[in-house]
T-cell receptor, first 114, second 114 residues
């Protein structure tokens, strides 16, 4: 069965410091991987995706993510955090052989302090 | 370029009632997926519509049904509401057949069942 794990409910970082939000996945086939961000009382906003090719994917607002097939991970990173990055972040996976439904993790709350 | 829109924004119903939620996809998209996001959880896939047919379904009971119209807009219907149906309902649109396509989400409808 497909699944996504986000092992940290909350990540706290100081503004200007690098941030990492962790994600590991389990699929039977080859994955498509996504990161979305959700602000309070809002829907999900697409940040970036991994389809194939370069393991380092760059996305919106300075975020990037690294696909690691051997560790089945897709961690979200940003070199320098902003207070405005504070939000709820979701990792999602799609099995290429199992339709187009996205399987989401439970989410990680990122809190950036000034 | 209009994004995904959903209506209503909020809805309060009582147990046993029926509800209809509406979604208009992003311009140029022809596929609509519905997700349920319970409080503190990641979104869960309900079903997906393309060419007015349900193409894929998640693990939801038959009380959850949908429809897609010729203009690609979609409705989600839930019958015999239960307290546990209280959630944020998210609609996502994408382009069928574009295997790597991204699902873009609307702002959601907050359903409260009393």
């Amino acid at each position: 069965a497909q699944s996504v794990a986000q092992p940290e409910d909350q990540v706290n970082v100081a503004e200007g410091n690098p941030l990492t939000v962790k994600c590991t996945y389990s699929v039977s086939g080859n994955p498509y991987l996504f990161w979305y961000v959700q602000y309070p009382n809002r829907g999900l906003q697409f940040l970036l995706k991994y389809i194939t090719g370069d393991n380092l994917v760059k996305g919106s607002y300075g975020f990037e993510a690294e696909f690691n097939k051997s560790q089945t991970s897709f961690h979200l990173k940003k070199p320098s955090a902003l207070v405005s990055d504070s939000a709820l972040y979701f990792c999602a996976v799609r099995d290429r052989q199992a339709g187009t439904a996205l399987i989401f993790g439970k989410g990680t709350t990122l809190s950036v302090s000034s | 370029d209009a994004g995904v829109t959903q209506s209503p924004t909020h809805l309060i119903k009582t147990r046993g009632q029926q509800v209809t939620l509406r979604c208009s996809p992003k311009s140029g998209h022809d596929t609509v997926s519905w997700y349920q996001q319970a409080l503190g959880q990641g979104p869960q896939f309900i079903f997906q519509y393309y060419e007015e047919e349900e193409r894929q379904r998640g693990n939801f009971p038959d009380r959850f049904s949908g429809h897609q119209f010729p203009n690609y807009s979609s409705e989600l219907n839930v019958n015999a509401l239960l307290l546990g149906d209280s959630a944020l309902y998210l609609c996502a649109s994408s382009l069928w057949g574009a295997g790597t396509d991204t699902q873009y989400f609307g702002p959601g409808t907050r359903l409260t069942v009393l």
